[in-house]
C-alpha cells in the first residue's frame, strides 16, 4: 500500500501528469503549424494556377496592356482583402475567414498574372523553387532557434515600411541601381520575417489552443508565411528573371 505521507508517489505521479501534458501539447502544436503550412501552400498554389490561367487566357494581357485604371484596381484588390482580414478578424466568422483568405489567393493570382507576359516560364519556375527552399530553411529555423526573434520585429516591420517608400519614390525616378538596392534589401527583409513570424506563430498556440480563436489564428498565420513568400519570390525574380 503507498504511503500518504511519502511525498515520492505524488512528485512521481505530478510528473507523468507533467509529462502527459507535455506531449498533448507538443502533438497539438505539430497539428496547428501542419494546418497553418497546409493552408499557406494551398494559398501559393491556388494563386499560380490562377495567375498562369489568367496569363494564357490573353485577359491579363487585355488588362496589363490596355488603357484606363483597371490594372491598377487588380493590382491593388488584394491590398482589400488583407485590411478586411487584419481588422476585421475578431468579428469576423472561422468560415468567412477561411472564405476571404482563398478569395484573397485567388486574386493575388489575378494580380501576379503579368509576370507571366514580363518574364520567361523557366525563370519563373527555377525562382519558385529557389524561394521555396529558402523559405523552408528559414521557417524550419524560425520554427527550431531557442533565441528569441521578438526584438527583430519592429525592426524588420520599419524595414518593410521603409522599402515601400522607397519603391513609391522609384516609381517616379525610374532608377535602376535603386530598383537592385530595393529588391535586395526586400529579399533580405522578408527572409528574416519568414523566421520571425514562424516563431511568433508557434508563439501564439499557446494562447489560442482549445479556443473558438484556433480556426481563424491558423488562417491568419498562414496569411503573414503566404506574404513573405509571395515577396520573397517577386524580389527574386527580379534578380533571377528572364525577361521577355
Sequence with gaps: M?????PRSDIAGFGNASAARSEAFDAGLRKYMLSVYNYMASGVLLTGIV?????QSGLAYQVFAGPGILK??????????????SFGINKLS??????LYWAYA???????????????GTSIAQTFFATAAAFAGLSLFGYTTKKDLSGFGTFLIMGV????VASLINIFLRSSMMDLVISAVGVLLFAGL??????????????????EMMGKSVVMGALNLYLDFINMFMFLLRFMGDRR
Excluded: C, E, H, R
Excluded at 491598377?72 to 482580414?85: D, Q, R, S, T
Design 161 to 164: 515600411v521603409g522599402l515601400l
Design 51 to 55: 495567375a498562369l490561367l489568367f496569363a
Design 94 to 99: 472561422t468560415f468567412a475567414t477561411q472564405a
Design 194 to 211: 519568414t523566421a520571425y513570424d514562424t516563431q511568433k506563430i508557434k508563439s501564439i498556440y499557446s494562447y489560442v489552443a482549445g479556443t
Design 106 to 120: 485567388a486574386v493575388m493570382g489575378v494580380s501576379l498574372s503579368y509576370i507571366f507576359l514580363a518574364y520567361t
Design 72 to 85: 491598377y484596381i487588380v493590382m491593388f484588390a488584394p491590398l482589400a482583402f488583407v485590411m478586411v482580414l
Design 2 to 6: 503507498a504511503n500518504w505521507s511519502d
